[in-house]
């Protein structure tokens, strides 16, 4: 479209172009039609080394008691508890020492080593520290008390066990653990498949080109949050791409681009021609112009072009629908700090605000809000606070939560 | 080896085997003996796409002004701001609408996109809010002051600003970043190469089988820590394994089992006698049989079998290696939390013991102390407190740092 030219009219009343937004959707309100349209997906089975970082679809069951059978707990010498009763360094107990595989003998000791079962009869384990080998005798210096030294059957985890704490993202010694069980695969929850598209540079004749910060950046935000980045493309064609990406099987479809009140910000108009457009405007800043509908089935995520309106608009809207499809906290995935406010934050009521901050001497600096948006305010923040609708900031001394990239 | 036997003497003074640990090196002694080998690796240049997550070689510079010149930093109307002195919505300033590519005639205005240039002689934009057209004029309603809705070149970031908070893990929007700058390439610091061995199962006659634990978790560990495993192989011959891996090339070698007090625990002997033991022993909590050394240039740490004891020692000692090695932060990598003590945190004072614990209402809760180690107590902690040498642990009420699972 050449500028200086009123758009097309056709997107009705809800066409927000060159007017503004008349009203904008809740950031709740936005929430609730995201969460209503993600539910988790099916689960698949991966191998236990593959399974670091997957959502289990079950918390895993214990099949059999670990260890399966009592053994011993540590490296020394199996012994018959009562036979070293009164046993000191000055008058040690003498022992002839034999081969663990046989049954213990009465007046003998075996060298065991620590997972292996001990002798039958044998009902202690004697330590180094405890008990000194020359040639075939053992001398013990000290009692051993009945079952010292010994793992019992089941005494790390029974059989029927339910491992309830493994419901987020399996952890590399929680994989551990499944292996030593003896489980080689593990059901956990599908990757959500995404498709990622960035609308087409705006025509800008005579500007020097940008990259496009778009597709490193949702391509990474969707794989931490355990998506799969089907196909990263940059489209003019609005409406063919969201056909195609639609019927591609995808389970999230993002576009990027195009969704604000400018002449060539159609994304919008073309999700409610090619599907559905459930809401255009969300009351969220930096990340108003967002809007979200269905091709067919699949939720599509319009985010804005600013690249920094697109990060808040991907964190709290986008990649939340992305969390909750693979099984995760549709939270924000930050770790946080609470803290103190150093400076004041300062936020329009009526709007959930992002806020970009540092941390000064552990206390929260809001880092200028870039009047126009972009990435370099972000790119030197600690972290970002999110003042509610209902508050006009935060003054000195006050704790929030601080989200840290 | 048979039971019953004592192993072939031939590791001198130091050999722990049957005798246990004289003394041990203290964690300070084997973190400092870790940080002087373990210099950062060198650089190499990745696409920006690719940067997500690793390390800049040194901080990214701006080469050039952001924007790089001025441009309209929302989308509007390009005016002259003197133009709409005076406007109101009851007497509204007229324009004539143009073209934004054609310098601006007095009088006239010119719908430009976000991010578009402005036209020559426009100083100010109007908003959607301030201005409606209506066929070929465009209405003010309101004065726009000079510069408004205009982003000026270097407004986001200045050519030659270091971008000085670019030194962690670099984050999608920092990718983004630089990709909107226009750079294609980043140099990072190389990920470490680990080659990693699991030494044979030990004897257990009759015992059932227990999976491998100790390949996935590693595994998974040192890719959290930006390592490459480049081999994860299970080797009965551990003087042959250790030889071949310092000849592959490796950052470093990481061989776990085999380093206890037991008749088979020959992983020190064999490092010492391939290279150099530096240290078999360290006053760790679990993980106190953990033994570093070098083969040819290359350090090798030696982990414990017991998989509890092999991930604390991971952590603080070979994960270490490998943050340092890829110039992270060689500290413990989990997210922390600052919480109160409800139950007594009890350790040896002279021992670093990591103990696990859960939050119950956020407070801290030790969970029993697995006695002979297992993963089992681990994996349903929600993190672990790290106890110093010099204290018996925490009373209630005390203020802990939390590991983070």
Chains 1, 2 share one sequence.
Do not use: N
């Amino acid at each position: 479209m050449a500028a200086g030219e009123r758009p097309t009219p056709g997107g009705g009343p809800d066409d927000v172009r060159l007017r503004g937004f008349a009203d904008r959707a809740s950031l709740d309100q936005a929430q609730a039609w995201v969460d209503a349209r993600s539910a988790r997906l099916g689960a698949v089975e991966v191998g236990v080394a593959d399974s670091v970082g997957r959502i289990p679809a079950a918390p895993p069951a214990v099949v059999r008691d670990h260890p399966p059978a009592d053994r011993a707990g540590e490296d020394g010498y199996a012994v018959r508890s009562g036979e070293t009763i009164g046993a000191t360094s000055y008058s040690p107990a003498s022992f002839r020492l034999q081969d663990a595989a046989a049954p213990l003998a009465p007046g003998a000791a075996a060298l065991v080593a620590a997972g292996a079962p001990l002798p039958a009869g044998a009902d202690a384990l004697a330590g180094f520290d405890a008990a000194q080998a020359s040639g075939r005798t053992l001398e013990v210096i000290g009692s051993v008390a009945e079952g010292a030294g010994i793992e019992r059957a089941g005494q790390q985890l029974r059989a029927g066990t339910p491992l309830g704490a493994m419901l987020g993202p399996i952890r590399p010694h929680q994989a551990g653990l499944l292996a030593s069980l003896g489980v080689t695969r593990v059901s956990v929850v599908a990757h959500p498949r995404v498709r990622l598209l960035v609308a087409g540079p705006k025509p800008a004749p005579g500007a020097p080109g940008e990259g496009d910060a778009h597709r490193p950046m949702l391509h990474a935000l969707v794989e931490r949050d355990g998506g799969i980045v089907e196909a990263a493309e940059v489209r003019s064609d609005l409406r063919g791409a969201l056909r195609r990406a639609a019927a591609s099987g995808a389970d999230l479809v993002i576009l990027s681009g195009r969704t604000g009140a400018g002449p060539d910000d159609e994304a919008p108009l073309a999700l409610a021609e090619v599907g559905a457009l459930a809401f255009h405007g969300v009351a969220l800043r930096p990340g108003g112009s967002a809007a979200m509908g269905l091709a067919g089935e699949v939720p599509v995520a319009l985010l804005p072009g600013d690249p920094l309106a697109c990060l808040c608009a991907y964190e709290l809207l986008a990649g939340r629908l992305v969390r909750r499809l693979g099984g995760r906290d549709p939270g924000l995935p930050h770790p946080t700090r609470e803290a103190e406010v150093g400076r004041k934050i300062v936020s329009a009521v009526g709007l959930v605000e992002a806020c970009q901050v540092r941390l000064a001497a552990g206390r929260v600096e809001p880092l200028g809000a870039p009047e126009f948006g972009g990435l370099a305010v972000a790119a030197r923040a600690d972290g970002f606070v999110v003042v509610p609708e209902a508050l006009e900031g935060y003054p000195p001394g006050a704790r929030v939560t601080v989200h840290l990239y």
